[in-house]
């Protein structure tokens, strides 16, 4: 049982080119998001996903895009990456709605993306 | 629209000495979910507690303790003799509620607490 695994650990970036991040978690759950991390800003929830094949925006969405083709995955693309971008990465999941059970987050152990 | 307070952005203390970080929210939900979270300097993100809104009582767990006012918007962190492995930035969070009053993990987060503790 792996929980949530982040790939890759680091990436450096040329402004304007595109890339995917990947995010996947062995633990059968339904909800999954992206989160940026930013220096004294906390984490920002970019997309989120409640179950396979449906996907909705969080507070950050412009510049990346979601899809979520399988329980198991949850792929985060930057299309044209700007300086902007630059930030540390989370993905998170969840097993069922929250407030059901005592439920929380799992976190993914971070992606370090430099755009240059 | 949600929002998390952590005014403190940094804190230093020496060890053995108690520390309280405080945490402030706004929400316009009457039932919502508190979270705090840990970051080591290693980066990952450790989940510390969880409360409900409809639970009002403080909850201790070992050299931790959680102070939830609803009165006052805030759910404080305390650290009881504090050790040098509990220098970390600190997190907290509010959940957001669907309509059908369930809550997907969509947390606003603070701006986080940097506490260093020095031996």
């Known amino acids: 049982n792996a929980g949530v695994t982040q790939t890759p650990k680091f990436q450096v970036l040329k402004t304007g080119q595109s890339m995917t991040l990947q995010c996947a978690q062995d633990?059968?759950?339904?909800?999954m998001s992206w989160y940026r991390q930013d220096p004294g800003m906390g984490l920002r929830l970019i997309h989120y996903s409640v179950g396979a094949g449906i996907t909705d925006q969080g507070e950050v969405p412009n510049g990346y895009n979601v899809s979520r083709s399988t329980t198991e995955d949850f792929p985060l693309r930057l299309l044209s990456a700007a300086p902007s971008q630059t930030s540390v990465y989370f993905c998170?999941?969840?097993?069922?709605?929250?407030?059901?059970?005592?439920?929380?987050?799992?976190f993914g152990s971070g992606t370090q993306l430099s755009v240059l | 629209a949600q929002k998390v307070t952590q005014a403190q952005t940094e804190i230093s203390v020496v060890e053995k000495e108690d520390v309280t970080l405080d945490c402030v929210y706004e929400?316009?939900?009457?039932?919502?979910?508190l979270f705090w979270y840990k970051q080591p300097p290693s980066g990952e993100l450790v989940f510390l507690i969880r409360?409900?809104?409809?639970?009002?009582q403080n909850e201790i767990s070992g050299r931790y303790s959680w102070n939830f006012q609803k009165s006052t918007s805030s759910f404080n962190f305390t650290i009881t003799a504090s050790q040098v492995v509990d220098s970390a930035v600190y997190f907290c969070a509010l959940s957001e509620l669907s309509a059908g009053g369930t809550s997907y993990g969509k947390l606003t987060f603070g701006q986080g607490t940097i506490l260093t503790v020095h031996p």
């Open positions: 929400t316009r939900d009457t039932t919502y979910y």
């Open positions: 409360r409900n809104s409809f639970d009002e």
């Open positions: 633990m059968n759950h339904e909800y």
């Open positions: 998170a999941s969840s097993y069922r709605p929250i407030r059901q059970t005592n439920e929380k987050l799992f």
